[in-house]
């Protein structure tokens, strides 16, 4: 198993040329751009899409179930996912499932404009568009390093990664505030079908090496048992998934209540909703450049258990606030702790990963930081049905905190040395 990783000389580059170095590379310079572009329509879509169900149903309960069936797919396939992705051209896999990811926003777009929306159209184009995550997310993540020439430059790679997705979560959720409260729902939705053509020319345009695809077996459920056991039979590896597989479950889902903290608690409406998110993004992109700037990634470990501290006492803090300010500050706590370490998992994990089951365990890594979620919608939903918004987010924080003090020692025993 792979535990090492060769670092940049710190007099090769420092400042910004250190924080951006992946750069350097023209393929992801291409998916930057392209995915920076795109990922801006992504969280105007999903905000839009929260809004419009709450609009529609003033349900909490529906909310989540909205979030469960749109996120189901990840659990239930990321693993076949994962084998798939070992198995076949990474490149071309990922300009197919970005194309249906527009025609899902497309449809969204005409049956909205058109006034024929349903909670039961929205709830089938989820589900189509969670299909089509399970099979992106592996795909993306484990294309990054055909991406980076140097490897030396991946950790970099995947920080970047994290700060665009994160830019765009800052971006994307106030404009879906003033385009929602202005135009309505239907025209986020057509921005992001429109946004995703970026991003598939920056596919085209790239000029990726030629891989040969060893494959040991032709068959599949074998490729997932190997998969499986190599994964969860490493402690620590073990360890960082499960912790991400709580936060995922218990504290995640908070994103279902936010309109319900936006219209119910802080008495305002979907602009509100905008900001709240977007300083969730603003935290989210502070802690992925943060981590853009390390020059290793020694102690990352215990950064992550530090991180899911964090995330967790931001949300029991932001249940008690009923001050706009105070609330928007808590949110960037909130973005920081959860970027870090989401970020800081992935790239400990493509560390130390061999790359012929890089698929596989990046489908594991997606199953536990999404793939859970669908669950903790559907739980968060209904009990704060029960008990109120405040309080289950109260509960999912502080079950958050117990995560990370229950895996912190497996956890922290994991060690990353650089290469002789």
Request: proline share 3%.
């Amino acid at each position: 198993m792979e535990n090492s990783i060769n670092q940049d000389n710190p007099k090769e580059a420092t400042g910004f040329k250190l924080i951006f170095r992946a750069l350097r590379h023209h393929n992801f310079q291409l998916f930057f751009g392209g995915q920076s572009i795109s990922l801006v329509g992504t969280w105007i879509q999903r905000i839009a899409m929260q809004w419009l169900v709450y609009r529609l149903t003033g349900s909490v309960f529906l909310l989540g179930i909205v979030g469960f069936t749109g996120e189901l797919p990840v659990f239930l396939l990321s693993p076949v996912a994962g084998v798939l992705c070992d198995r076949y051209n990474r490149h071309r896999f990922l300009i197919l499932t970005q194309t249906m990811a527009m025609i899902q926003a497309l449809i969204l777009a005409f049956l909205v404009m058109t006034g024929t929306i349903q909670v039961w159209h929205i709830i089938i184009l989820s589900i189509f568009l969670g299909v089509i995550n399970v099979f992106d997310m592996p795909v993306r993540q484990s294309l990054l390093i055909d991406m980076i020439e140097k490897r030396d430059d991946l950790g970099n790679a995947i920080a970047l990664n994290s700060s665009m997705v994160n830019a765009a979560r800052l971006i994307g959720p106030s404009i879906a505030g003033i385009l929602i409260a202005t135009v309505g729902e239907g025209l986020c939705f057509l921005i992001n079908g429109i946004s995703y053509i970026a991003v598939i020319v920056a596919l085209f345009a790239m000029k990726l090496p030629h891989k040969a695809i060893k494959r040991q077996t032709n068959n599949i459920l074998t490729e997932l048992k190997e998969g499986f056991t190599y994964t969860f039979g490493f402690p620590p590896m073990r360890s960082i998934l499960l912790l991400l597989a709580v936060v995922s479950l218990m504290g995640w889902p908070y994103q279902v209540l936010m309109p319900v903290f936006a219209k119910d608690i802080l008495k305002s409406g979907p602009e509100t909703l905008g900001f709240l998110m977007g300083a969730t993004g603003l935290g989210a992109l502070i802690g992925a450049v943060s981590l853009a700037a390390r020059k290793k990634v020694q102690g990352l470990p215990k950064i992550i258990i530090l991180a899911a501290g964090i995330f967790g006492s931001g949300l029991i803090i932001f249940s008690l606030s009923r001050i706009f300010i105070f609330s928007l500050f808590l949110m960037l706590i909130v973005g920081f702790g959860m970027m870090v370490q989401m970020a800081s998992s992935n790239t400990v994990l493509q560390t130390i990963v061999a790359d012929d089951k890089r698929g596989r365990v990046m489908s594991f890594y997606t199953m536990a930081f999404r793939g859970m979620t669908p669950f903790g919608s559907l739980f968060v939903g209904a009990l704060a049905d029960k008990i109120g918004a405040p309080n289950t987010l109260a509960i999912s924080g502080t079950l958050c905190i117990l995560g990370a003090i229950l895996f912190a020692r497996q956890i922290s025993a994991v060690q990353i040395k650089d290469a002789a």
